[in-house]
């Protein structure tokens, strides 16, 4: 799997270079980032992920999805306050990304009752549940469900 990993990023990397203003370069880079992940090379692939949110010619798509990924990693290196900051910044930046918005609720409620901030988290599932344009989104009937459970636990 490792020499299959290093083929794959060598083979990226020619992309980029071939096409160096073109929007592969930034999907080149999300893929790069992903391998490297499951690598468990975080660091790494944490820094190719900066690249893109710091690339003005990055679409704003692309950096929803290195933001999101970025608080990714952050939460699987166990730095799960921080990687909440990154999950606000996708819902807060780009919002009309749906897809992502709703994951990045989902995951940034879960993180807050993992640290123990359970009305923080009831406060994030609540502002997914005012985006009605989500609703058809399965994010979306999971925090309804969940939310009313932990409403009732918590004695909300």
Known sequence: KR???AKALEFLEKVK??????????DADLLT?????????????????A????????????????????AE??????DKL??????????????????IVAKSFLRRGQLMEELGRVPEAIEV??????????????EYTQVRKHLAKIEEDAGV
Not at 51 to 70: C, M, N, Q
Not at 73 to 78: H, Q
């Open 73 to 78: 990693i952050l939460s699987e290196k166990g």
């Open 82 to 99: 921080k990687a909440t900051a990154y999950y606000e910044r996708v819902y807060v930046a780009y919002g009309k990304f749906r897809g």
């Open 51 to 70: 690249g893109i949110l710091t690339d003005k010619t990055s679409a704003s798509a692309v950096k929803a999805e290195a933001l999101f990924r970025s």
């Open 125 to 138: 599932y609540r502002a997914l549940l005012q985006r009605e344009d989500l609703a058809d989104l399965p």
């Open 17 to 26: 270079k071939e096409t160096p203003y073109s929007r592969q370069c930034a």
């Open 3 to 5: 020499g299959e990993s």
């Open 33 to 49: 980032a992903g391998i490297l992940s499951s690598a468990g090379e975080y660091d790494e692939a944490f820094d190719v992920l």
